[in-house]
Structures are given as structure tokens and as C-alpha cells.
């Protein structure tokens, strides 16, 4: 019979090493899944992933990450991607086979841009930057950048690029390819295949309402100062919006926005309306001289067609009637005709001297964290989300981003069971959903069917909340409690909490940041990424 020290030293190592078994196996997983206050801290840094800098990576990985940021983004990709694969269209699929070379040149053809290779591309990576496996603390962007190679079948340099340029190109392949898919999808087809599909229709009305949620529409508008003639005014769109930083000490992101948006007269523009009035006082004058039959004749048929043409349309002068080289001084304006839901905005800080070399404009721009853009009638309220920084010089530097944190429901990815998401969502169960407006993401602002925030449905001034009240409530209201307005304060004390937390994160490096340090990045800012607000939004976390 052992002895019965021996029998109890045993059992404690036995003990022993299957508690070392059991934090070395699931202590991982309690540390990052947890939901104790001790642990809370490492929770939410832990909810965002680092990108590897293998080499000057900074200009991209700075906008990923911020990219991974706007839930309107990650709900688009994963709309179209689950739209491709229900219609066989897969990033890696050349129905037409061939070489490498045909497969490359085929991803620049309309089919190409249609199966969306960098969308698929940029769904994987922005989910790997919110849901990371288990015990990994950085990515790599190398497939993204792979993939966006292999659309463009050119190389991506690394020797300082511009974060700009990057966005810029990812976000108008993104647009392009959405097009694309747009496109394929109202090619005619069978009786059967129109039968088969009536869901998928459905689902595809729903997406052309909300569009690619980065691009919006600009309209420029040019008037003559003589004449005051309008010429039919363009229309643009655009992915983000370049702001020029004035030259001075310090101003705002307003005053940025009305030197986009405001009022230029330009000088010796040339005016059709004001060529064919001169050229129809010209003739006569050369009429009142000529006495010829025949050459009087010709004088007035060339008026004749130069008076219809001021009448029908300016803008198509007549064939074989010689124009002056009239100039006239004009007065252009430009105008948000569609909003985007997501508006990105890109701070030109370059200053180009012919004499010398460029510099940068270290300029303070004051942004607030909430930007109200339009009028008074079609006001669209954006909240900041994600900002890319940039410190240094105008040939070197390094570009830092900061996201805000939030949560958002549905959470749902090809990763969903090792990812933070519905952790996250269970740590602020204590935050009940709110009642909520179905809000179009892409507004124009001439919109008949958008009431003014300012005035009831009787044209009187009325509370915006009331107006949201009347418009989601379905039962009746009842007298609050003291304990259910205590817990009323608890929640909103809770949300502001959230709302304030952001992640500030360079490169591999992650830590926890504030509102008030993102605001104060006022000589660092270079593009901002404002979301649009949604009416009474529960479905988030820290908003």
C-alpha cells in the first residue's frame, strides 16, 4: 500500500498539470472572448488587427484599416459578393479559359470587371482587419495588393506612394466593378431564366437603391455675366472629394468645403450665345452697306439660321456660318446633386512652386465630429468614422490611421465564429435596439419624398425626435418608471462611453485613443471618412 503523502503529491501534480493544460488551452480564448471588467481593456484592443509593413506599406495599410471601419462598405461587399456567387461569377473564373496573359487581359474586360476580383479581394481583407483568427495580432495585405495588381496587370510601387492616389484608384475599381455587375445583370433574358430569378430581382432592386455606397454626383452649372445664358450643366461623379487647404495658419474643414462649393468667376470665356448675338449684329450692319441682290441674300440666310439657333439651342451653332472669338466673363457654380452614403474627403496639402521644389502645407483644419452638407431643406447628417494622418515632409513620411469603435449588427462573415462580433454584442447586451427610419443611402437633395427635419407634416416647426416618435411608434406610450428612466441614463451614459473610444493604429501597432486626441490631429489630417447618419439607429454600438 503506497504511503499516503506520496498518493496526495500525485494527485496534486496531476491537478496541477491539468490546470496548466486548461489556461494554456482555453486562456486564449477567455482573455479575448471575455466579458469581466478586469478584461475589458484588452478586449477592445484586441478587436482590430495590425498590418505587416514589409515594405513602405504605410500608404496602404492606413487605408484599409480605415476602410474596415465603415460598416455602409462592409455591407456592400458583402451584398455583391453573395450576389456573384449566386450568379456563377466567380473572381478566379475565365469562362473562356486560356494562358495566364489572356486570363490577366481578360480581367480588364467589361466580363472581367464584372466577376469583381478586387471586390472579393477587399471583402477578405477588410474581414481578416475585424474578425482575426485566434492568437494572430497582425495580417498581411499582400492578396489584396496581389489581386489589385493582377486587375491593373501592372506592379504597385513602394517607394512613397500617396494614401490618396491608393484610395482613389481602389475606390473607382470598386465603383467600376459594381457598374459592371449592374450592367450584366439587365442583360435581356430567357422566359424561363426570367421565372427562375424573380427573388433575385427583388434583391437587386434593393441594391440599386443603395448603390456603391462611395460615389455621389457633382453638377457644375456656368453662367454668362453679359448675356446671363446657361449652357446645360455637367454632371460628375466622384469617389471622393479633393478639398484645396488654403495657405494660412489654420482654418476649417467649412471654409475647405465652400472653396469647393462656392461661387469663381472666370475671365475671357468664351460664350455661344454672346458669338452668335455678335455675329447676327455683325451681318447686319454688313447688310445695311451691301447693295448686291445676291450677297444680301446670303447675309440674311445666315442670319436667319444664326436667329434660330439663339432661339432652339445656343450650344449647336450652324453649319458653315463663321463664329467671332467672343469672351465673356462667367460665373460657375458646383452642387451635391446625389450624396453619397460614405463621403470621403481628401485634403490637398501640396504646394507646387514652379521656382523650387513642392512643399506641404502644415496648415491646422479644424473638423468636427459630426458634418451637416446641404441646405436647409435637404440637410444629410455624416458622422466621423475613420481618418488617415500623415507626418512629415511632402516626399516622405508616415501615414498612421484612426477607426472608430464600433459594432455593428449583423456581424455575420466566413469567420464569424472565431471573430469578436457577437462577443463584442453580448459585453453591451444591457443597449436594447431602438425603433429605426428606413433611410435610403443615397439621397438627392431635390428629393419630394424627404421631409424637413425643421417642419411638421402641417408646416409648423416641430421637434425632430417627436417627429421620429410619431413616425416609429407602433403602441401607445405608457408613464416611465423611475427604475426604467434610471436605466434610460445608464444606456445613454453607456453609448457616449462607446462613442468616444476610438483605435489609433500605425502599421502593426494598435492602442486604444480618444475623441478629443482625433480632433486635435489637426496639422496630420489628410483624408477623412465621414458615414451617413441614420435616424434613431439602435443597431450599433458606440453611436
Not at 99 to 126: K, P
Request: proline content about 6%.
Amino acid at each position: 500500500m503506497p504511503d499516503k503523502p506520496l498518493t496526495i503529491a500525485t494527485y496534486a501534480a496531476g491537478i496541477s498539470l491539468a490546470a496548466i493544460t486548461l489556461i494554456y488551452v482555453f486562456g486564449p480564448t477567455y482573455f479575448i472572448h471575455g466579458s469581466s471588467s478586469k478584461t475589458s481593456n484588452s478586449l477592445r484592443k484586441r478587436g482590430v488587427v495590425g498590418l505587416s509593413n514589409p515594405a513602405n506599406d504605410c500608404f496602404i495599410n492606413s487605408i484599409l484599416q480605415c476602410l474596415a471601419g465603415l460598416e455602409g462598405l462592409r455591407a456592400y461587399l458583402i451584398r455583391a459578393t453573395h450576389r456573384r456567387k449566386l450568379n456563377g461569377l466567380r473572381p478566379d473564373h475565365n469562362p473562356n479559359g486560356g494562358s495566364a496573359n489572356e486570363r490577366a487581359t481578360d480581367l480588364a474586360t467589361e466580363e472581367g470587371l464584372g466577376r469583381g476580383i478586387v471586390t472579393q479581394a477587399l471583402q477578405e481583407i477588410l474581414d481578416n482587419l475585424n474578425e482575426r483568427p485566434l492568437g494572430k495580432r497582425t495580417v498581411s495585405a499582400g492578396t489584396f495588393v496581389t489581386a489589385l495588381e493582377r486587375a491593373f496587370r501592372q506592379r504597385i510601387s513602394r517607394q512613397q506612394q500617396d494614401a490618396q492616389e491608393f484610395l482613389q484608384i481602389v475606390a473607382e475599381r470598386l465603383c467600376e466593378e459594381y457598374h459592371a455587375g449592374q450592367r450584366a445583370r439587365r442583360k435581356p433574358k430567357s422566359v424561363q431564366e426570367e421565372t427562375e430569378d424573380v427573388e433575385d430581382d427583388c434583391r437587386e432592386l434593393i441594391e440599386e437603391e443603395n448603390g456603391f455606397p462611395l460615389e455621389g454626383t457633382l453638377e457644375s452649372q456656368i453662367e454668362c455675366l453679359k448675356c446671363h445664358f446657361k449652357p446645360r450643366p455637367s454632371s460628375s461623379t466622384f469617389v471622393t472629394l479633393t478639398l484645396n487647404v488654403p495657405q494660412q495658419s489654420s482654418t476649417t474643414l467649412s471654409n475647405c468645403l465652400d472653396g469647393l462649393l462656392k461661387t469663381e468667376y472666370i475671365d475671357d470665356f468664351k460664350c455661344e450665345k454672346c458669338r452668335l448675338v455678335h455675329a447676327v449684329e455683325t451681318r447686319l450692319q454688313q447688310l445695311a452697306k451691301t447693295k448686291p441682290t445676291h450677297v444680301r441674300g446670303n447675309i440674311e440666310a445666315e442670319i436667319s439660321k444664326l436667329e434660330q439657333a439663339i432661339q432652339e439651342d445656343p450650344e449647336i451653332p450652324p453649319e458653315n456660318v463663321p463664329l467671332p472669338g467672343i469672351y465673356s466673363r462667367i460665373a460657375k457654380h458646383v452642387r451635391v446633386t446625389t450624396f453619397p452614403e460614405i463621403i470621403s474627403i481628401h485634403l490637398s496639402r501640396s504646394i507646387f512652386d514652379p521656382g523650387s521644389a513642392s512643399m506641404k502645407n502644415s496648415a491646422k483644419v479644424s473638423f468636427p465630429e459630426q458634418l451637416s452638407l446641404g441646405g436647409i431643406l435637404d440637410r444629410m447628417d455624416y458622422k466621423l468614422l475613420g481618418l488617415v494622418c500623415h507626418r512629415g515632409g511632402h516626399n516622405s513620411g508616415h501615414y498612421e490611421s484612426f477607426r472608430r469603435q464600433i459594432v455593428y449588427t449583423p456581424y455575420s462573415t466566413s469567420n464569424n465564429n472565431s471573430g469578436l462580433g457577437s462577443e463584442a454584442a453580448s459585453d453591451e447586451n444591457e443597449i436594447s435596439p431602438a425603433p429605426s427610419l428606413t433611410v435610403s443611402s443615397r439621397i438627392k437633395p431635390d428629393s419630394k419624398d424627404i421631409p424637413s427635419p425643421e417642419t411638421s407634416s402641417t408646416g409648423s416647426p416641430a421637434d425632430p425626435e417627436s417627429t421620429v416618435i410619431k413616425a416609429t411608434s407602433t403602441t401607445p406610450s405608457k408613464p416611465s418608471s423611475p427604475k426604467s428612466t434610471s436605466k434610460r441614463k445608464i444606456r445613454n451614459r453607456n453609448k457616449n462611453k462607446l462613442s468616444d473610444r476610438w483605435w489609433r493604429i500605425s502599421d502593426e501597432n494598435v492602442k486604444e485613443s480618444k475623441t478629443s486626441e482625433v480632433l486635435s490631429m489637426q496639422k496630420e489630417v489628410y483624408i477623412l471618412f465621414y458615414q451617413l447618419e441614420k435616424p434613431h439607429d439602435g443597431n450599433e454600438l458606440g453611436n
